[in-house]
Every structure is written in structure tokens, then in C-alpha cells.
Nanobody, 122 residues
């Protein structure tokens, strides 16, 4: 059974960079892995997704051009490289898996990491 553990959050200044990592145990081959974030008092927001087998990616408009999602098939990790961070990127970030295809809504994502906090502040 697939399990996910995410890590890599921290405090960073506006304009800075951070890389989040999602480690998979089990076989992620038939899954799409997404990253979500949730700010205090707000709904969980889809950020990006990668289809594990093909490597095809999708991004929310709010992060397009700043964030890059990728996967390492040998290490079974999914990374989210975040550049030019803004205060509005602050929140708890979660990786999550759903079968087969990416979806830009929280539908069908039934395996979740525990979350990692990202704070963008000067």
C-alpha cells in the first residue's frame, strides 16, 4: 500500500527558494502525485501535480513559472522546487496521491503525507 512522507518546509524570506520532498513507500507507478497547501482559515488549495509514470506535470496559475514539480524514480521521491516565494505562499504543504491521472481539485486523492510548514516572511 502506498504511503507518503513529506518534508523540507521552513522559514524563508520573500524572493527566496525552498524545495519540498515527498518520499513514497510502496509502488507509486500507477499514481499521480499532487502538492496541496492550506493557509490558516482557508481551504486546501491544489498547487501542482505529476503523473508518476510519464512525468507529465500540471500547475496552478498562482505558481506557474515559479514552482517546479519533478520525480526521481530511483529514490521514489517527488520534489516541489519553489522559487521567488511570496508571503501568500505561506501555509502547510501536503503531498497526496490519486490513481492514474492528475486532477486540479481535491477529488480522488486518498493517500496523504502528514504536511510540512512553509512560512514566507521577512
Amino acid at each position: 500500500q502506498l504511503q507518503l512522507v513529506d518534508s523540507g518546509g521552513g522559514l524563508v524570506q520573500p524572493g527566496g527558494s525552498l524545495t519540498l520532498s515527498c518520499a513514497a513507500s510502496g509502488d507509486p507507478l500507477n499514481y499521480a502525485i499532487g502538492w496541496f497547501r492550506q493557509a490558516p482559515g482557508k481551504e486546501r488549495e491544489w498547487v501542482a501535480c505529476i503523473k508518476y509514470s510519464s512525468g507529465s506535470t500540471n500547475y496552478a496559475d498562482s505558481v506557474k513559472g515559479r514552482f517546479t514539480i519533478s520525480r526521481d524514480k530511483v529514490k521514489k521521491t517527488i520534489s516541489l522546487q519553489m522559487n521567488n516565494l511570496k508571503p501568500e505562499d505561506t501555509g502547510s504543504y501536503y503531498c497526496a496521491a490519486r490513481l492514474y491521472y492528475c486532477m486540479s481539485r481535491n477529488v480522488g486523492y486518498d493517500v496523504w503525507g502528514q504536511g510540512t510548514q512553509v512560512t514566507v516572511s521577512s
